[in-house]
């Protein structure tokens, strides 16, 4: 009875290690489920700020995209040529209109130096200051001559604009090139004539005042007192 009951003890001890142990493993367990849960809760909170991230940006790309449409429409119904080049004066726009004025299609055109293609000629200011006004101020205006492809210069009115993306970077510049041949060879014309009235105003004046002259030389030569007198009876020469 004794060695039974000895034995039986032995069991019970040897449950209660195994029960022990298999408690341990049952806690090492729920350890890990709590850690796991933690980290799916962290990975679940980073997926859905992922996800708004993503929306974020899919709706600031939407209406990136919606502004880029309408300023594209903007520009190919506009009369005047537009042309958009990068920081390193390489074209990347070039609507019809500036087809039709300079005689280049698009593609003959996209990718090449801006300044190579029309020989621009900036009469009034230089590039280090057309380039410092545009950073500065973010826009510049002024003439400048560009040579079409079939070579006869034309003078344009240029008003740039700096081209900023969504961080405020400059990546390029956007022209609206207005053509004023006509009106300047107007201005040009009407100058040259202005100079030349003005011209024949001080001849004419010149003349004038040596008539004059010539005249009271002759009256101031009379030995005896002289003096003149208007229709109202005003003296006029003395």
Known sequence: ANKELAFQNKEKEKRA??????????????????????ELLIANKELAYQNEEKEKRAAELSEILERVSFLATIAS??????????NN?????????????FGWKREEVIGKNIREILKII????????ILQS????????????????????????????QLKDANVNAYGILVLAKDITERKKAEDALNTLNE???????EKTETVLKTLEEKNIILESFGDGFFALDSNWTVTYW
């Open 17 to 38: 290690a195994e029960l022990l142990i298999a408690n341990k493993e049952l806690t090492y367990q729920n350890q890990e489920k709590e850690k796991r849960a933690a």
């Open 77 to 86: 119904n506009i009369q005047d040529p537009i042309i958009a080049y990068d």
């Open 89 to 101: 004066f390489c074209i990347t726009s070039w609507n019809d209109e500036a087809e039709k004025l």
């Open 122 to 129: 900036n009469p009034d200011d230089t590039w280090e200051q």
């Open 134 to 161: 545009l950073t500065e101020k973010g826009h510049w205006q002024g003439l400048a001559i560009y040579h079409p492809k079939s070579g006869n210069p034309l003078n344009i009115l240029v008003t740039s604009s």
């Open 196 to 202: 030349a009235l003005e011209q024949r105003v001080k």
